[in-house]
């Protein structure tokens, strides 16, 4: 079923070995899927829709690697049935199962029933129940020395992780997207204080080119990676700082959910009520923890 395509202009070719297959700069729904080719095998990092629709990639693919157990990093799996997929144990269970990556995502069932069609119908999901499990430090060698290095930074995921491809020095770094929308830890799977861990881990790693999943697509250098990640990280913060200004008054949730912390006032998402709870929680949460803010009676909040 899969297919040798050719390059397009839109493709990004990183030294001998790697490229960055994207569509439509790398914008939701579509995304940067890595193409690394050795000498005795060839990997894919997250197929996204641009791959589904282009039918293959432009070598043969004999693994799948994920980055994370989200609808659009596996849009593509579909085309290689032959290729074994490999993820972060912590986010198997949203590649083995329709059902499992729904209990990642955590939504309300009226819109797990509609996200569900969604996920089928335009990111062709397709099950994956053989697929493998990997952890932090795993290396896949392809052959030539050439080799991809597991870097485990969860936080967006239980399981997120980027991949270092070595001796090339591309890190790719998936949903770290370097977006000015900044970190999302807004689903089940998700938690704040591992983002900032793994953003933390980010800024050890010393390679050539940074590619993202979304949005930026290449980063050249470290220092340009760094001033990218400050921008990245700083919108935590200004959550944080947006979340205690309100709080200056006394608040129950569901009015600070109402305020968003993420999404803009007039965005329509369809889970956008469930993104702002738990972002909204998590913040509250550390906040309640260091003394920042007090429950001064039940459901009500106030900062100090
Ligand atoms: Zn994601």
């Not at 790398?26 to 193409?35: E, Q, V």
């Not at 969604?118 to 053989?130: A, G, K, N, S």
């Not at 803009?264 to 906040?287: F, K, N, S, Y």
Request: aromatic share 10%; charged share 25%.
């Amino acid at each position: 079923m899969s297919s040798v395509t050719p390059f397009l202009d839109s493709d990004l070719r990183l030294g001998r070995a790697v490229a960055l297959i994207g569509a439509e700069e790398g914008k939701y729904p579509a995304g940067n899927s890595l193409l690394v080719v050795g000498a005795d095998t060839s990997v894919l990092i997250d197929p996204s829709v641009s791959v589904f629709d282009r039918g293959g990639a432009p070598a043969p693919v004999d693994r799948i690697l994920l980055s994370h157990a989200h609808e659009d990093h596996m849009a593509g799996i579909g085309v290689f049935p032959d290729a074994p997929v490999h993820a972060h144990h912590e986010d198997l269970l949203g590649v083995r199962s329709l059902d499992g990556l729904m209990e990642m995502y955590g939504m309300t069932p009226e819109h797990d029933a509609i996200f569900r069609d969604v996920v089928l119908d335009e990111f062709h999901f397709t099950e994956r129940p053989d697929a493998c499990g990997f952890a932090d430090g795993d290396r896949f060698d392809l052959g030539g020395g050439l080799r991809v290095e597991v870097v485990h930074l969860p936080g967006h995921t239980r399981g997120h992780c980027g991949f270092l491809v070595e001796p090339d020095g591309v890190f790719f770094v998936a949903d770290v997207d370097l977006s000015s929308f900044g970190p999302y830890y807004g689903d089940h799977w998700s938690d704040l204080e591992d983002f900032e861990a793994a953003l933390a881990r980010c800024r050890e790693i010393d390679a050539r080119w940074y590619a993202t999943f979304h949005h930026k697509g290449i980063v050249e250098g470290r220092a340009e990676f760094l001033t990218a990640l400050d921008a990245f990280e700083a919108v935590i913060a200004r959550r944080e700082r947006r979340l205690l200004d309100f709080l200056a008054e006394p608040r129950d949730f569901p009015e600070i959910v109402a305020h968003r912390l993420v999404y803009r006032p007039g965005v329509d998402i369809m889970w956008a009520d469930e993104t702002e709870t738990r972002t909204a929680q998590r913040h509250l949460v550390r906040l309640l923890r260091d003394g920042q803010v007090h429950e001064i009676e039940p459901g009500r909040y106030r900062a100090a």
